[in-house]
Each structure stands twice: as structure tokens, then as C-alpha cells.
């Protein structure tokens, strides 16, 4: 009788911890990404400026060494038709924000150019899509990204 009641509320605690755990594991995958780090320090606030474009892909990026996975779009500039290749954010904070995005959308882009390893990315601190839909990335009174702002 004992062993069953036993049985019953590990099962109980297992089955009620289970979603927190998998929240956690979502939330936490941002290795490299944090308000501090090297990656995050290059976004300079006073130089963000905008862009139209249209969305080409949107793929998966690995900024810097160390960094998990993050989110990114190849964009092609209106003005010029170049490709641009846009930084949103990690891929376990920005994928369920974007799911309605898809290529071919033209769009704005909000953020900064920064140089990485010898290349050239945009951070992106939001998009822009028909006039009132927005997709934020970070504070747009300072830069600081949302995935760290507890």
C-alpha cells in the first residue's frame, strides 16, 4: 500500500515538473547570446539605422564561436539588391516569435551593420511587416536584447 501511494507521487511530481523542465531547456539555450557577451557588445545603439527588403531565406547562424544556434534572414535590400544577411536572435526565442514569416515578404528591417570575423551582419532589433505587425529583438530604448531582460 505504502510502495503505491510512493509510486503515485513520483509519478504526480514527475508529470507536473515535466512542462517546467522542457521550458527551461527552451528558454536556456542561449549560450553566447546573454546582455554581456562579446556577441551582444556589438550592437551600438547610437549608429541603428533601417532598411527595406525582401525575405530570401531564413536560416540558422552561428555568430561566433561558442554561441548556439540563432535565427537569422538573407535579405535583399530594395534600395540596392544586395544581400544581407540579418541577425535576429537565438533560435529558442526568436522561432516561435517569426513563425509567420516566410520568403518573399517585404519587410523592415530595424538594427545595426556590425563586422564579424571579417563579414558583415545586421543585427536586427525589430522587423517591420505591412505598416502595423512588428517582431521585436530587442529594447528599443537602448539595444539590450529581449531573450536576456528577465
Request: aromatic share 12%; hydrophobic share 35%; proline share 5%.
Amino acid at each position: 500500500m505504502l510502495s503505491n501511494f510512493i509510486k503515485i507521487i513520483t509519478l504526480t511530481f514527475i508529470l507536473l515538473t515535466l512542462p517546467a523542465m522542457t521550458f527551461a531547456d527552451s528558454k536556456g539555450n542561449c549560450s553566447g547570446w546573454d546582455k554581456g557577451s562579446t556577441y551582444n557588445r556589438l550592437y551600438d545603439y547610437e549608429n541603428r539605422d533601417m532598411f527595406r527588403g525582401y525575405i530570401k531565406k531564413i536560416i540558422k547562424i552561428k555568430p561566433m564561436n561558442g554561441m548556439s544556434e540563432g535565427i537569422g534572414i538573407i535579405a535583399e535590400d530594395c534600395e540596392d539588391g544586395e544581400q544581407v544577411v540579418v541577425h535576429l536572435g537565438p533560435e529558442s526565442f526568436v522561432s516561435p516569435l517569426i513563425k509567420d514569416l516566410v520568403p518573399g515578404t517585404m519587410v523592415k528591417f530595424y538594427g545595426v551593420l556590425v563586422e564579424i570575423g571579417g563579414q558583415y551582419a545586421y543585427m536586427c532589433s525589430k522587423i517591420q511587416k505591412d505598416g502595423d505587425h512588428q517582431y521585436k529583438f530587442r529594447k528599443p530604448e537602448n539595444g539590450t536584447p529581449l531573450w536576456a531582460v528577465k
